[in-house]
């Protein structure tokens, strides 16, 4: 239980960490990602966006499990992690997607239909995207060399990175080219497009301000169609649910088990088996075993008359202390209260005599003292005390 509290505190400590810190969208998310507030990420153009009050999103799931509407514009901003895109590959052929072809390589199915029927994808990765060639030796800036956005007649490239034009695919066009390079490309397909844009520096925090970069995402988002960034390749979201997953992974029987048993371990735990356990809780004092075991050293170490002798001798002392009484006066008022006897009951009783005639003289002495006045003691011929006045 303690166990479990601690996890629990160190996690709730975490989130609350990070959530207060102000740095960590910098550091936490990839780069590319909507949510990374460092230069090489994309919040400020999601950002301004919103601030157009156009209709952006993330999206979280593949487009093909996605309830994503017809004319929606894609961006997919960044690569695909190597580990991310191996197990993406693996749930692909899993669900039999792999082995379907389309025209274009670097599109699945289901991105192929969603262009198809009137989508855009702008798609822009820093990395290979076979079998399209990239090179790093294009000119600082691309020129519009096909309509595409009015208004726009170059834009700047900020790693000079760009596609070499014996690559593109037979049905692609260039849009905006450096030289002998092709910066910005275009494929229809169906009622929707593809571009592809060879640096995707261009639409960092760092680098929309300049070059036209932010006119050119515009240009992309279009008119009044819905905007969707794909956070899917940043490791955000998932391919299915829970409920999907744990059917894939055959989990459910495994969960029911053990919603059976966690049931079956509460019922047996609180139901009494045999006679109810007794109640009594012992409440003595320490004091008592410290007498108990006094009574059981003197019981070993002595006599009973050894203990008797030294019982009287305690009774002779207290009514020594309580009266006054010295010598033969004193063992004349011990035998008084003992009856002239040395048994443990006579002792008792001369114990409790005692107590009281000490308890009746001080309170006769309480009634008929006069006020601010103490008493001196002085002894008299038999040694015991008498009170005089001053």
């Known amino acids: 239980m303690r166990l479990a509290l601690a996890i629990a505190a160190f996690f709730a400590v975490a989130v609350i960490w990070i959530a207060n810190d102000r740095s960590a969208s910098e550091r936490v998310y990839d780069s590319y990602s909507t949510m990374s507030t460092a230069s090489d990420g994309l919040s ?10 156009r209709n952006v999103s ?3 799931r593949p487009v093909g499990t996605a309830k994503v509407a017809t004319d929606s514009v894609l961006f997919r901003i960044g690569a695909l992690p190597a580990a991310l895109q191996a197990e993406q590959e693996e749930i692909e052929e899993r669900k039999g997607i792999a082995s379907k072809k389309t025209a274009t390589p670097f599109l699945r199915p289901d991105e192929y239909d969603f262009i198809s029927n009137g989508g855009r994808i702008v798609l822009a990765v820093p990395g290979d995207l076979p079998p399209l060639a990239f090179r790093n030796d294009a000119a600082p ?3 519009k060399v096909f309509p595409f956005a009015n208004g726009i007649a170059q834009i700047a490239i900020p790693q000079r ?3 070499d034009a014996h690559t593109l695919l037979p049905r692609m066009v260039a849009l905006y080219t450096a030289g002998d390079r092709v910066v910005v490309a275009r494929e229809r397909i169906g009622r929707g497009d593809l ?3 060879a640096d995707p520096e261009v639409f960092t925090n760092e680098q929309l301000h300049m070059g036209n970069h932010l006119p050119f995402l515009l240009a992309l988002s279009g008119a009044a169609r819905p905007l969707l960034f794909d956070e899917t390749i940043h490791g955000l979201g998932g391919a299915d649910g829970p409920l999907a997953l744990l059917k894939e992974w055959n989990l459910g029987p495994l969960l029911v088990l053990l919603l059976a048993v966690s049931a079956l371990v509460i019922w047996r735990g609180s139901t009494r088996v045999g006679a109810a356990e007794d109640p009594y809780r012992d409440r003595r004092s320490d004091a ?3 007498v108990h075991s006094l009574g059981a050293l003197y019981e070993q170490s002595m006599t009973e008359g050894e203990a008797l002798s030294l019982y009287h001798d305690t009774l002779v002392r207290q009514v020594a202390a309580q009266s006054g009484l010295r010598g033969d006066a004193l063992h004349r008022r011990v035998d008084e209260l003992t009856g002239h006897r040395r048994t443990l009951a006579a002792i008792n009783a001369a114990f409790e ?5 000490s308890a009746r003289d001080l309170a006769g002495r309480g009634a008929h003292r006069p006020p601010n006045q103490v008493p001196r003691y002085a002894r008299d011929d038999e040694g015991g005390p008498h009170a005089k006045h001053s």
């Open 44 to 53: 400020l153009a999601y950002a301004y966006l919103q601030r157009q009050h």
């Open 58 to 60: 993330m999206l979280m």
């Open 141 to 143: 800036s691309a020129v």
């Open 161 to 163: 990175r760009a596609i």
């Open 195 to 197: 571009i592809v844009v």
């Open 288 to 290: 008592v075993d410290l």
């Open 353 to 357: 005599k005692s107590s009281r005639a």
